[in-house]
């Protein structure tokens, strides 16, 4: 079964500087993966996506992420963060096979600091 | 476009008692997720669709029912509300394996 692991579950960082969060993932073949934000008393929204070639994909909002099927990882960047920023981040995978279920991380709270 | 929307965005019930939630998209996706969010627990799915007419169970199906009469719609019901039912439940549409667009959470409490 696959499965996503967002190892830190809140990360506090000052306004312009810059932001990575980690994302890793179970499956046994590179999945769909996916990142989104949610801001408090929203729906999530899809930051970016990753389905196949350049590893290095650009999103929404400044950010991007880069795959690295060596590592089973789908790490989210953003080289200055602003304090609109601040947020929940989940990290989600689509196997190929599962009929367009997503599982997702249990995410990630960004605090921006002043 | 409306995207998802979500019917009712705030509710509170008593235990036992009973109540549908109304998801409705407009964009004409073939599949659709209910999902519930608890604090540190990320999303968990409850029930899904693929289609008009079809529905599977997710990982969290205990207590709730859903239905797909109509391919835009997505319906999900307690029988009997529980306060382990209390959480912010979110319906999301797709393309397949697409990205999921998501409404704005209905946020259910069960005394």
């Known amino acids: 079964a696959q499965s996503v692991t967002q190892p830190d579950i809140h990360i506090t960082v000052s306004e312009g500087a810059s932001l990575e969060l980690r994302c890793n993932y179970s499956?046994?073949?590179?999945?769909?993966l996916f990142w989104y934000v949610q801001s408090p008393g929203q729906g999530l929204q899809l930051l970016l996506k990753y389905f196949s070639g350049d590893t290095l994909v650009q999103g929404i909002k400044g950010f991007e992420a880069e795959f690295k099927r060596s590592q089973s990882s789908f790490n989210l960047r953003k080289p200055s963060v602003h304090w609109g920023d601040a947020a929940e981040y989940f990290c989600?995978?689509?196997?190929?096979?599962?009929?367009?279920?997503?599982?997702f991380g249990d995410g990630t709270t960004l605090t921006v600091k002043p | 476009n409306a995207g998802v929307t979500q019917t009712p965005k705030f509710r509170v019930l008593k235990t036992g008692q009973s109540m549908t939630l109304l998801c409705a998209q407009d964009m004409n996706h073939e599949y659709m997720y209910w999902y519930r969010q608890d604090p540190g627990m990320g999303l968990r799915l409850i029930h899904y669709s693929v289609g008009e007419g079809t529905t599977a169970k997710g990982e969290v199906p205990d207590g709730y029912n859903v239905s797909r009469l109509k391919k835009q719609n997505f319906l999900l019901g307690l029988e009997s509300a529980a306060p382990s039912q209390t959480s912010v439940y979110f319906c999301?549409?797709?393309?397949?394996?697409?990205?999921?667009?998501f409404g704005p959470g209905t946020r259910l409490t069960v005394l």
């Open positions: 499956y046994g073949a590179t999945p769909y």
């Open positions: 989600a995978v689509v196997a190929n096979t599962n009929a367009g279920k997503s599982t």
């Open positions: 999301a549409s797709s393309w397949g394996m697409h990205e999921q667009f």
